[in-house]
């Protein structure tokens, strides 16, 4: 029976995604063509033996159109009958991507291929894709929810108000975030994940001097009058500290089989055990990575108890403490070395860059289980669980 296996990842240190950050001069299509060229130098593969890559990307515009993965497996110097692929599943964009891929393999369809992502979002802009004066819901939408639906941000104040959370929790867990990356990159836990650029070696945005004080002096970053009418039990309490930054990076994932792997003298590094994506209410958005977390267990036939490891999105934190609540996870296990709002969050990379940061620490760690889930707009998230080797 066919497996999956992960038997190289990688990403670019996480820059800051403004006209100053640290990767603000580097077009999209090279960011991501770097960890392309890195992810086959570490792993020694030929490139020519690529059945295929897909790649995630949420702001397919501009400097980021035109199927940017194809893009970059030419800038990387693969061959020309190397494939590529761009795919949208907004935030979780590249985590579907290896959900492509590693289906993909247990298929038959592909011997190896390669899951990424890219964004650029100092250079292209969130939100840039749709035109000024156009409607990307149609008028189906509209009728279906008359009151319309929000932003991401109200979609996390309407969380953190469900799930009762106060402003002091919500940064506690974004001073953890902070404080578990700046001790990962001190201890050296990065260094093989990452590929320098551009002089940029470690993430951008992780403030390991930031205290309560400091995120507790910090305005609400999504406060709006006509959306605090509609909801009046909003109390406001989202703020740039407890949210992910603006990013720019890439991050990309070798997968292959183990045959494939042990022909070629490749030393996996986790297998790809289950999958799962849901839906969920459009209107809070973000809480997909609930059901999507119960689904994926039960495809697996495992329990919570069994994994030793999650890696939750931390898009907001409103959304990894609402998940921890309703499931019961121990948070001593959840984002061991930090998350998006420490490390950053360039939406088309963060599926993968997410992967990447998990199988490393499940090596380090020595984990048998790891699940890894992402809430996205719209009201989608996606989860899949990979296994030690």
């Known amino acids: 029976m066919r497996d ?20 603000a001069h580097v077009h999209p299509v090279e960011l991501l063509a770097h ?16 059945d295929d890559v897909i790649g995630g990307t949420v702001t397919q515009v501009g400097e980021q159109s035109v199927n940017i993965t194809r893009q970059a497996v030419l800038s990387a110097g693969f061959p020309d009958a ?10 979780g964009s590249s985590q ?62 309407l969380i953190a108000t469900k799930w009762s959370m106060t402003r002091e929790a919500l940064d506690d867990f974004a001073l953890s975030s902070h404080h578990k990356a700046a001790a990962a990159w001190d201890a050296g836990l990065f260094d093989a994940e990452t590929a320098p650029l551009e002089g940029l070696v470690r993430d951008e945005c992780i403030r390991p001097g930031s205290t309560p004080e400091i995120l507790a002096g910090l305005k609400p970053a999504y406060y709006d009058p006509g959306f605090a009418e509609r909801f009046p039990q909003i109390e406001w309490n989202i703020t740039a500290g407890n949210a992910s930054p603006i990013n720019d990076g890439a991050s990309a994932v070798l997968i292959t089989s183990s045959e494939t792997a042990a022909r070629l003298g490749l030393r996996p590094l986790a297998r790809l055990h289950s999958f799962a994506v849901t839906g969920s209410d459009p209107l809070l ?12 267990l039960h495809r697996a036939g495992l329990t919570l108890a069994d994994i030793d490891l999650f890696e939750v999105n931390e898009a907001f934190s409103s959304v990894v403490l609402a998940w921890q609540q309703e499931l019961g996870a121990d948070l001593a296990k959840v984002n061991v070395h930090g998350g998006a709002i420490a490390i950053g ?35 989608l998230a996606n989860a899949m669980i990979l296994e030690g080797l």
């Open 96 to 157: 579907q991507a290896v959900h492509f891929a590693a289906q993909g393999v247990l298929a038959g369809a592909y011997d190896m291929v390669v899951a990424c992502g890219v964004e650029s979002m100092g250079r292209v802009p969130m939100g840039s894709a749709v035109l000024p004066g156009t409607d990307p819901f149609g008028p189906g939408v509209a009728r279906r929810y008359p009151e319309g639906l929000v932003p991401q941000g109200i979609s996390a104040e």
């Open 35 to 50: 960890t392309l060229r890195t992810l086959v130098e570490r792993s020694g593969v030929d490139p020519a033996l690529i």
């Open 345 to 379: 969050h360039p939406l088309g990379a963060s599926g993968t860059r997410l992967t990447t940061t998990l199988v490393h620490a499940m090596r380090e760690q020595g984990a048998r289980y790891a699940l890894q889930t992402m809430c996205e707009a719209g009201g």
């Open 285 to 296: 958005m973000l809480t997909g990575v609930i059901p999507a977390t119960e689904k994926v």
């Open 82 to 91: 190397v494939p590529a692929t761009t795919v949208d599943r907004q935030c």
């Open 4 to 23: 999956a296996v992960i038997v190289e990842a990688v990403r670019t240190p996480i820059g800051k995604g403004k006209p100053n950050g640290a990767l």
